[in-house]
T-cell receptor, first 115, second 110 residues
Framework: AQSVTQLDSQVPVFEEAPVELRCNYSSSVSVYLFWYVQYPNQGLQLLLK??????LVKGINGFEAEFNKSQTSFHLRKPSVHISDTAEYFC?????????????FGKGTKLSVKP | NAGVTQTPKFQVLKTGQSMTLQCAQD?????MSWYRQDPGMGLRLIHYSVGAGITDQGEVPNGYNVSRSTTEDFPLRLLSAAPSQTSVYFC?????????FGPGTRLTVL
């Protein structure tokens, strides 16, 4: 069975500092990987996705993530955060060998950017 | 395109009441899903459908029913609401493994 572990439930960081949100997954088959962002009282918005090809994936709002198959990780990074990046971030995995429409989500990481 | 729409946005129920959360999409996606989101739990899959007439259970299906009579609509029914069903509910449709989420319904069961 697939699972996703987000290693930090909360990450406080100062504005303009770099940030890394960590995500590890487990799966017995090849997967698709996603990062979603949720701003307060809003729905989920796709930040970026890895389906195949280059292991470095660039997304919206200056975020990027690197797929590391040997370490089963898909960490999200941004070199310089803004106050507006304060939100909850979810890592998710989809089994493209099986039920392609179902995502398994991590429990989320709350990013708090302070001035 | 409106994408994925959900109604209502907010709902308060009393224990034992029933209701239907509506979900519709205009992207002609075959695959649709319902999730619930609880603090510290991420999103958990309730039910999903791979096309009209076909539904299946997800991780937390108890207390919920679904049906899929058309490609566009995928309603979620609470048969007898319980306080444990207080949550935010998201509907999603999927194309090529990418999910598109609706804005959510915030449900409180007293």
């Amino acid at each position: 069975a697939q699972s996703v572990t987000q290693l930090d439930s909360q990450v406080p960081v100062f504005e303009e500092a770099p940030v890394e949100l960590r995500c590890n997954y487990s799966s017995s088959v090849s997967v698709y990987l996603f990062w979603y962002v949720q701003y307060p009282n809003q729905g989920l918005q796709l930040l970026l996705k890895y389906l195949s090809g280059s292991t470095l994936v660039k997304g919206i709002n200056g975020f990027e993530a690197e797929f590391n198959k040997s370490q089963t990780s898909f960490h999200l990074r941004k070199p310089s955060v803004h106050i507006s990046d304060t939100a909850e971030y979810f890592c998710a995995v989809s089994d493209y060998g099986g039920s392609q429409g179902n995502l398994i989500f991590g429990k989320g990481t709350k990013l708090s950017v302070k001035p | 395109n409106a994408g994925v729409t959900q109604t209502p946005k907010f709902q308060v129920l009393k224990t034992g009441q029933s209701m239907t959360l509506q979900c519709a999409q205009d992207m002609n996606h075959e695959y649709m899903s319902w999730y619930r989101q609880d603090p510290g739990m991420g999103l958990r899959l309730i039910h999903y459908s791979v096309g009209a007439g076909i539904t299946d259970q997800g991780e937390v299906p108890n207390g919920y029913n679904v049906s899929r009579s058309t490609t566009e609509d995928f309603p979620l029914r609470l048969l007898s609401a319980a306080p444990s069903q207080t949550s935010v509910y998201f509907c999603a449709s999927t194309l090529l493994a990418e999910q598109f989420f609706g804005p959510g319904t915030r449900l409180t069961v007293l």
